[in-house]
């Protein structure tokens, strides 16, 4: 698999030379792989956020650089409008970013940008919505009559239809309910199986990540602690934890079964596993104490 994005010792200072002064990214190098779905944790202030606004050419490091293609994307200013053209960023609360009368011309906005018009600009904005879950009847409507999911599905839209390489979500579920949640993620998901682009997702749920991740990277303190498959970081839930993170609640019963002579599978990550697991036990002769 290809790198689509690099990191070369990218550095970001914020109050440089300043009693103020803070790394929120230090000498980092991290590449990530063309069409892989990959999960970015850490507490917070570890540096996610300026991280994925680097990528997408939004902030400039103080040192280093990022390659897309291999290509500089701060070596040129006047290309870094198609950069974001290729690496699209969803905000927290990306809702709070609608403002056209509907929101079939909000989700146009930005395809419109790069020059789509006519029945391929039409069909984007319709596969854009039908990938995030948006029904059609809504898409005359303003996105102000929207509900909370709808205008998240929406904005999320917005950025789909663009069809960017590179698709960043920072928090895209944050203040939603969990069927909200699960249903975004599960579209999510549905768009990069069949778009089979780059998906970078920043989450404080690890229960996400581990469901929808095919890596994850861990950031500490503005660096790079981990960056490795995800049943691979999450059986590190020792050093986990020492950074202020966890391993998903039910990596955790596992293991306390484990513990108490239960023979479990030790990388467990999601419910549907450890429900299959546990039949399998059973089905052996096995007893649950």
């Known amino acids: 698999m290809n790198n689509i994005l690099r990191t070369e010792n990218l550095s970001l200072v914020y109050g440089e030379n300043t009693p103020f002064e803070k790394k929120a990214v230090n000498n980092l190098n991290i590449e990530i792989k063309e069409g892989e779905f ?3 944790i850490g507490h917070t202030g570890s540096g996610k956020s300026t991280l994925v606004q680097m990528l997408n050419g939004l902030i400039k490091p103080t040192s280093g650089k990022i390659y897309l293609y291999d290509e500089d994307i701060n070596a040129n200013k006047k290309k870094l409008r198609n950069v974001r053209f290729k690496v699209g960023m969803v905000f927290q609360y990306p809702e709070y970013q609608l ?3 509907t929101v079939y ?3 146009a906005f930005g395809p419109t940008n790069k020059g789509i018009s006519g029945d391929e600009l039409d069909r984007r904005i319709r596969e854009s919505a039908k990938f995030t879950g948006l029904k059609d009847e809504l898409l005359f409507k303003s996105p102000f009559e929207l509900s909370g999911g709808e205008k998240r599905r929406a904005a999320i839209s917005g950025i789909i239809a663009m069809d960017p390489d590179v698709l960043i979500l920072d928090e895209p579920t944050a203040g939603l309910d969990p069927q909200g949640r699960d249903k975004l993620l599960n579209q999510i998901k549905k768009y990069h199986q069949v778009r089979k682009n780059t998906i970078v997702l920043v989450s404080h749920s690890m229960e996400d990540i581990a469901r929808f991740a095919d890596r994850i990277l861990v950031m500490n303190k503005g660096k790079c602690e981990m960056l490795d498959t995800t049943r691979a970081v999450f059986s590190e839930g020792k050093k986990l934890e020492t950074m202020g993170l966890r391993v998903p609640q039910i ?15 030790n990388d467990i990550l999601t419910i549907e596993e450890a429900y299959s697991e546990i039949i399998s036990f059973l089905n052996k002769g096995g007893k649950l104490k």
Do not use: A, H
């Open 105 to 107: 011309k909000d989700i």
């Open 99 to 101: 403002f056209e009368e």
């Open 251 to 265: 990596t955790k019963i596992v293991q306390k079964l484990r513990e108490n002579g239960i023979n479990l599978s």
């Open 38 to 40: 990959l999960g970015i």
